[in-house]
């Protein structure tokens, strides 16, 4: 089994920063792509941002120039974090972790969409 266990949420001011952590644990053989989810009272869950194993990333329009995914380079730790700077009220959600990762199981390798519990992002007007 696969576990992701995200931290670092809470209350922020607009324009007021967070950074956001997600360690992965388990059985994991590899992870390929993680990376960030959020869902707004009312909305559909969305992409935050993602980040390869080679170190590519991707990001959502409203986040680009504000926030900034690395990833552990330590590949023994499977961490992922997620810095917001400039946070505005439309930022508040619940934020997701996720990661494609690669697990031995019954003999043979399978991968596994793998998400965290999330944790709470309130940004104040």
């Known amino acids: 089994q696969v576990h992701l266990v995200e931290s670092g949420g809470g209350l922020v001011q607009t324009g007021g920063s967070l950074r956001l952590s997600c360690a992965a644990s388990?059985?994991?053989?590899?992870?390929?792509?993680m990376g960030w989810y959020r869902q707004a009272p009312g909305k559909q869950r969305e992409l935050v941002a993602t980040?390869?194993?080679?170190?590519?990333?991707?990001?959502a329009d409203s986040v680009k120039g504000r926030f900034t995914i690395s990833r552990d380079r330590d590949n023994a730790k499977n961490t992922v974090n997620l810095q917001m700077n400039t946070l505005n009220p439309e930022d508040t959600a619940v934020y997701y972790c996720n990661a494609d990762v690669v697990i031995f199981q019954a003999l043979r390798y399978k991968r596994v969409d793998s998400w965290g519990q999330g944790t709470q992002v309130t940004v104040s007007s």
């Open positions: 980040i390869s194993g080679d170190g590519g990333t991707n990001y």
């Open positions: 388990g059985s994991i053989r590899s992870i390929n792509v």
